[in-house]
């Protein structure tokens, strides 16, 4: 007779019996052993991935050897661009190019227009070692670099780093040009909370269903500035700009920095206004308009792109408040450089780079828009996705494109990982990674 599971619970747990049947016995035996090498394996993958991962350096120490010739002689701020450029047939293209990639910025697609620039021209960059980032969060240092040799120098430093201007400086020419970009830092902390969040340990405090309002409520009470991972989560852009992103607002060494970075940098980008930002690059660049073409890269989903409400916005600001200040600054100076550009001018160059794109947008891409990773059909355009969850959209590629707009297409549509392997990036950590992701399904 068939019994209940019930009654076979109870069979189980009355008193008198003290084993359960053989068969059972060796069914919890088994999963036990497999939890338990499962578990080893675990942490075996994760202690090798460790040693791979640098702990977060304070210290701004350089780990060029003593001696070595550098590229180019540190100057306390870069030369001035070319006068000449932006004037017609007045200029020469630059190709020596310092990008500071920020976070959650639309750096990503930035990042695909310096790739496919540098390859068209055979331009040699500076790329990571085992990474797609240089050792980040750690200080950028020369050494970092795939294949570096003291005396090297490079055409384009363009990876995720920690910047320390120095190190860089010393692997470009004395006139290479050094950019950034910025995003509005309530908007930016957003972004960077759902994606970076789970790779935090203090949010895994935060109980409630909204997290990112949970935390804005009372930030301190979760916030701990030694946590592992915690610059993702305060004055990100601070951080890998390579000042200390919990400095005092009051300390005067905020607006030093901000100064700094002024003198530094030759144009400071604007996520929000990134067509009017490509312009302006162009036009310092000396470039055409098909070299700043571009399709959105590593965009969410809308369902997984929630808006901060008014009183959260101010939280968020009021929480990175160095951004905030940081952001104030260079929203000012760039519409400055708009006015000098010429606003008639900026609208005519604006309109005619977003034609540009619908053009190719049309060439490209199957179905004309980006589609959810699960709807991605070649795995070569299958984007990067944050811990637990596949928010990032992706493309598919047109199947019958001509012969003259194949290779652009392909080049505009491939995610930051498969192109960097495409140049031929040592990626090793990177890769371990993944498998350490697909194996635990993560």
Request: net charge positive.
């Amino acid at each position: 007779m068939w019994l209940s599971q019930g009654e076979e619970r109870g069979i189980q747990t009355r008193p008198g019996v003290s084993e359960m049947p053989l068969p059972q016995k060796k069914r919890w035996e088994s999963m036990a052993k497999g939890l338990v090498l499962g578990a080893l394996f675990t942490s075996f993958l994760l202690l090798l991935y460790s040693y791979a991962v640098p702990p977060l350096h304070t210290g701004l120490a350089s780990t060029t050897p003593e001696g070595a010739a550098p590229c180019s002689p540190a100057l306390s701020e870069p030369e001035a661009p070319t006068p000449a450029n932006g004037s017609a047939g007045g200029c020469q293209p630059r190709r020596d190019i310092v990008f500071m990639k920020t976070h959650k910025t639309a750096s990503s697609t930035l990042l695909n227009i310096l790739f496919r620039f540098g390859q068209k021209h055979g331009l040699k960059f500076a790329f990571p070692n085992g990474r797609n980032d240089f050792d980040y969060p750690a200080f950028f240092a020369r050494s970092l670099v795939q294949d570096y040799r003291p005396g090297a120098c490079f055409n384009i430093i363009c990876n995720h780093m920690r910047f320390h201007y120095d190190e860089v400086r010393g692997l470009v020419p004395p006139n290479a040009t050094f950019i950034t970009v910025l995003r509005d830092p309530a908007r930016l902390f957003e972004s960077s909370f759902h994606y970076f969040g789970s790779v935090v340990p203090f949010t895994w405090k935060l109980s409630g269903r909204d997290k990112l309002a949970e935390f804005l409520q009372d930030p301190d009470r979760y916030y701990d500035p030694h946590g592992y991972n915690a610059h993702y989560l305060r004055n990100l852009l601070f951080f890998d700009l390579g000042y200390d992103s919990d400095l005092d607002p009051r300390s005067p060494q905020v607006q030093e920095h901000i100064l700094e970075v002024e003198r530094r940098f030759h144009l400071v980008l604007l996520q929000e206004y990134f067509d009017e930002s490509l312009v302006l690059l162009k036009d310092l660049l000396c470039w055409e308009l098909e070299d700043v073409l571009y399709f959105k890269l590593n965009a969410r989903r809308a369902s997984a792109v929630p808006r901060l409400s008014g009183e959260l916005y101010r939280r968020a600001t009021a929480w990175n408040v160095l951004d905030a200040r940081l952001y104030r600054h260079f929203n000012a100076s760039f519409w400055r450089k708009v006015e000098a550009f010429g606003r008639e001018r900026m609208a005519r160059e604006v309109a005619a780079l977003r034609r540009a794109n619908e053009r190719m947008r049309r060439i490209c891409i199957d179905g004309g828009h980006a589609v959810d990773a699960t709807a991605i059909q070649d795995s070569a355009m299958q984007p990067w996705q944050p811990l637990g969850t596949k928010s990032i959209l992706g493309y598919n590629l047109k199947k019958s494109i001509g012969r003259r707009h194949a290779q652009l297409c392909r080049r505009m549509l491939t995610p930051e990982i498969q192109y960097l392997m495409d140049l031929g990036v040592n990626l090793w950590v990177t890769k371990l990674w993944k498998l350490i992701r697909d194996f635990l399904q993560w």
